[in-house]
């Protein structure tokens, strides 16, 4: 996890344009570089590092000695970078993973290189003999990347738009600030001037398709064909190796756990493989919630069950209200359940943060995306409307949850690995028949279960569990955190305010004081950037006003829990 920042021909001073890039001093706590690119004096890298590999040699923009004309700024995890370092026998310079990029792109150019990187990756690659940038991203945007562009080529880029909010150009029509969609990587020109000329934006990668890099990675025990056994089979086989790949590092590891079937999944796989790698501490699981919450409660059963070292964090929704404006910064978004469900992942980033030495974060991102386990996906029509359901949420996670799962760790020096949606897992899923992913028996994410349900993993209980959104699991069925929300908004908004709320927010109007809320708080701190989240995120195929499932009729708690 760190901040890239870079800027190519600013029309004013770099020591000015500099203060933006501070905005994103807590991505990278560790160290920061500000470095102006030969010959091109109005072009400049800013680099906020949060160390995971090779401590000494890996401050950006990265350059070495046998490529003087290439300079590389990212941010992420190259987990295949000795892999493909042994198989093309290139001669390194450093232990540094992003290294192969350089490597990969003398050799083959910007199209292979991509295709080729096993990981989570925001990229900024300058070649000056060829005067070209270069911008890329991870295929589901795990790592975040926002750019801005003026009409005259001045470029700008950040990790997070908020490095971009206040940078100044010559223009006269403001330029418009935007996420770089993932699994594209784009093409400029760099002219005399410092300033670019777009060549292209290409999508590198696809991930209904088998990854080009998966030729390097040789996965034993896969069997062919859709014979369950042979499915349930290579689902944990290939689940078990994306977790395996995602243990590289230098720091230390603990896993969210909320005590759902994604995140138990992923803490129970990454203790088991901890042991098989001896490493030499234990693994540290952290909850959070109030005392009653189902998660909390739920948490300690799988902690127990799988013999980490457990956290719980005590929350109060008086907590969560008190963090709401400090959790809209981050996330720059106002959509509803986005919010909600980031201030608990906030506040246990922070308690990770200040008493603990974890620094590598694992969670159970992109499951109910990639196996339909919203309670939702029961009231699709089709199979085959799931699934479509399932590519459209997938194409925009990196507006939604994994925003939230970003913006909420990174705000507190952390980093966050999410290996359900490693690469050639999520393919190898989604290539399976509509039918064995739908939800079977009244049970969503009924194939995943069955997948992992005769390995004593996990307790039946909790490998049975029904889904419970992050943001409701932290409270009771009794006393959901969003109606504390809620309440709090009713005393905060007046009706004549959301009355006049489309004329004043004319795109994406809230329709509650709640939204209302949250969308004042937003645009007080990223005033005309509503365009940054599309829509709100809502149920499918169900009567909805609200984006919690404790408020669908479909809804049913765990019967411990009611």
């Not at 001896?278 to 009653?292: C, P, R, S, V």
């Not at 720059?332 to 201030?343: F, G, L, M, N, Q």
């Amino acid at each position: 996890m760190c901040g890239i920042w870079a800027l190519f021909g600013s029309d004013e001073c770099l020591a000015v344009q500099i203060i933006n890039a501070m905005k994103i001093a807590h991505r990278g706590p560790d160290a920061f570089r500000f470095e102006n690119v030969n010959d091109f004096t109005n072009c400049c890298f800013g680099f906020h590092r949060l160390a995971i590999v090779d401590k000494l040699y890996g401050m950006q923009p990265l350059r070495v000695k046998k490529f003087p004309h290439l300079w590389l700024c990212y941010n992420g995890e190259i987990y295949n970078h000795i892999r493909l370092k042994d198989h093309f026998e290139f001669d390194y310079q450093t232990k540094v993973d992003g290294e192969i990029l350089l490597h990969l792109y003398d050799r083959f150019g910007i199209e292979k290189m991509a295709s080729l990187l096993d990981g989570v990756f925001a990229f900024i690659l300058l070649d000056t003999t060829k005067r070209k940038v270069f911008l890329g991203r991870d295929t589901y945007g795990v790592r975040p990347l926002f750019k801005m562009i003026t009409d005259d080529g001045f470029l700008a880029v950040c990790s997070e738009a908020k490095g971009l909010t206040e940078i100044k150009h010559s223009m006269s029509t403001p330029a418009k600030i935007t996420p770089f969609p993932p699994g594209h990587f784009e093409e400029f020109n760099l002219k005399r001037s410092g300033k670019v000329e777009h060549v292209q934006m290409y999508r590198f990668h696809n991930f209904t398709d088998e990854p080009k890099h998966a030729t390097y990675d040789i996965v034993e025990g896969l069997g062919t064909g859709f014979e369950l056994e042979i499915v349930k089979s290579n689902i944990r086989i290939l689940f078990e190796n994306a977790v395996r790949k995602r243990l590289m590092g230098q720091r230390r590891i603990g896993c969210l756990l909320s005590g759902g079937l994604d995140s138990s999944l992923v803490a129970a796989t990454v203790v088991k493989l901890a042991k098989e790698e001896n490493l030499d501490y234990k693994i540290q699981t952290f909850a959070i919630g109030t005392e009653d919450s189902t998660d909390i409660i739920a948490a300690r059963k799988v902690a127990a069950h799988i013999g980490s070292e457990h956290h719980e964090v005590s929350f109060t929704p008086e907590e969560g209200i008190r963090a709401i404006q400090e959790v809209i910064f981050h996330l720059e978004s106002y959509d509803i359940t986005t919010v909600r469900a980031s201030v608990g992942m906030y506040l246990i980033s922070k308690f990770i943060r200040e008493k603990t030495d974890r620094v590598v974060i694992f969670s159970g991102e992109g499951s109910d995306e990639l196996t339909q386990g919203y309670i939702y996906f029961h009231k699709a029509p089709s199979p085959e409307a799931g699934s479509e359901e399932a590519m459209r949420l997938l194409k925009e996670l990196y507006l939604f949850d994994l925003l939230r799962a970003d913006r909420t760790t990174a705000a507190f020096g952390l980093e966050l690995r999410a290996p359900f949606l490693d690469h050639r897992f999520t393919a190898y899923y989604l290539s399976l028949p509509e039918e064995m992913r739908a939800p079977k028996d009244g049970i969503e994410k009924y194939l995943l279960r069955e997948a992992f349900s005769d390995t004593k993993l996990l307790p039946d209980e909790i490998l049975w569990r029904r889904k419970e959104a992050f943001s409701d699991g932290i409270t009771s069925v009794k006393k959901s955190w969003y109606t504390s929300l809620q309440k709090h908004s009713e005393s905060a908004i007046n009706e004549s305010q959301l009355e006049n709320g489309p004329k004043r927010f004319p795109f994406n109007p809230p329709t509650t004081k709640e939204g209302f809320y949250i969308r004042q708080t937003f645009e007080k701190m990223y005033p005309n950037h509503s365009e940054w989240i599309p829509h709100y995120w809502m149920p499918r195929w169900i009567e909805a006003t609200d984006p919690s499932a404790r408020t669908l009729s479909i809804y049913k708690p765990d019967k411990d829990h009611q």
